[in-house]
């Protein structure tokens, strides 16, 4: 199946359903640009699916493929550096394109690459993670710099995105779990029955770990699209992003990243409705999340002035945070929270999850 999305101003055929050696040989024409490929991928894509992508891609002597860690260590500024030796290494000096075979870190490092080697490459995606897919089908691409998201680059526009649901079998619950959480932002926010189904679809852990996400890839490409054509429905995409901000710089544990916008958005729900007046029906959001195994608990050791701090980016005078919240209509809107209040929150929260 073929789906076009509007990225940067151009289109960008997003192909699925179908096994990826099938996928490459349909579209083959999208890898006869040059006859270098740079195939940027972490250790168990490689490891796994080696073999398989090679014989897809063909053309062999002109694969040049750059392994890299596994998970978010490999979208940083030190193995961007790494990628660009590489490349003079193999004196790949001129135009090639980019291949990005991997995890959330590779489609990151990948993307932020292409965008800036040799004034920018052509790329194309082909996640084995959602969280991967995540950040494909992003119009920007970050790297970590002290543990922030905070040197940016526009992302070349893909050639094509090459998506394979099988390769999420091998996904651990954590990666899904991380992907899965930015289905459920856009879906709490905009979408109520969309939001409905994937509760119906995936209600365990169980579902999440053996259902395949295909028959839903449609409606959740849609509602991208509208989000990122509508400006109030473009708030979705920071709905949760605050606190989720906020215990990611408090936190020195990795295993809090995979949970981290779940309790993001869980937070966002409880002052909207506290707030703002929002009918949420909480109770059934945290048992939901609970048997999808997420983990929404803060560290005991946390206190909340730790916590305010970040929100406010250490700003000790500052009375009001500002937050996208639903209000009581269910609209999206970015509000000045007062400090006390988000406190308040943040105690409320720590007691429901106790």
């Known amino acids: 199946m073929k789906i076009s999305l509007t990225r940067n101003q151009q289109v960008v055929p997003f192909y699925f359903a179908a096994p990826i050696s099938k996928l490459v040989a349909e579209n083959n024409f999208l890898l006869q640009e040059t006859n270098k490929y740079l195939i940027i991928t972490n250790q168990t894509s490689y490891d ?7 014989l897809a891609i063909g053309n062999e002597f002109n694969q040049f493929w750059y392994v890299c860690p ?6 940083n500024l ?19 394109s980019v291949i990005a075979f991997g995890d959330e870190g590779v489609s990151r490092l990948a993307g932020f690459f292409a965008s800036l080697y040799l004034g ?18 992003l119009h920007q691409v970050a790297l970590n710099h002290q543990r922030n998201l905070d040197i940016l680059a526009t992302q070349q526009a893909v050639s094509a995105i090459f998506f394979e649901a099988r390769f999420l079998q091998d996904n651990q619950l954590s990666e899904l779990q991380e992907g899965f959480s930015c289905w459920l932002q856009l879906a709490v926010t905009l979408d109520s029955v969309f939001y409905d189904l994937l509760k119906e679809q995936f209600p365990t852990r169980k579902e999440l770990e053996i259902k395949s996400v295909v028959p839903y890839v449609t409606s959740y490409l849609n509602l991208i699209e509208t989000s990122n054509k509508v400006k109030s429905d473009g708030l979705a995409r920071y709905f949760g992003s605050e606190f989720q901000l906020a215990i990611t710089l ?24 506290k707030y703002m007046g929002a009918s949420l029906d909480l109770d059934g959001w945290f048992k939901w999340l609970a048997d999808l195994n ?45 400090v006390l209040t988000v406190a308040e929150a943040i105690e409320e929260y720590q007691l429901i999850k106790k």
């Open 70 to 75: 596994n998970g978010q260590q490999s979208a």
């Open 48 to 54: 796994r699916y080696y073999e398989k992508l090679r």
């Open 250 to 273: 408090n936190s020195t544990e990795e295993s809090m990243s995979s949970n981290s916008l779940a309790i993001g958005l869980s937070f966002s729900l409880l002052i909207s409705a």
């Open 120 to 137: 920018g490459v052509s790329l194309i995606d082909i996640p084995t993670t959602l969280m991967g897919l995540e950040i494909s089908l």
């Open 294 to 338: 997420y983990d929404l608990n803060l560290p005991e050791s946390w206190f909340i002035t730790d916590l305010l701090a970040k929100l406010t980016q250490n700003d000790l005078g500052k009375k009001t945070i500002l937050m996208v919240l639903l209000d009581s209509f269910g609209k999206l809107k970015q509000v000045a929270v007062p």
């Open 78 to 96: 030190a193995e961007f550096s790494s990628v660009l030796a590489y490349c003079e290494e193999m004196e790949l000096r001129s135009y090639i």
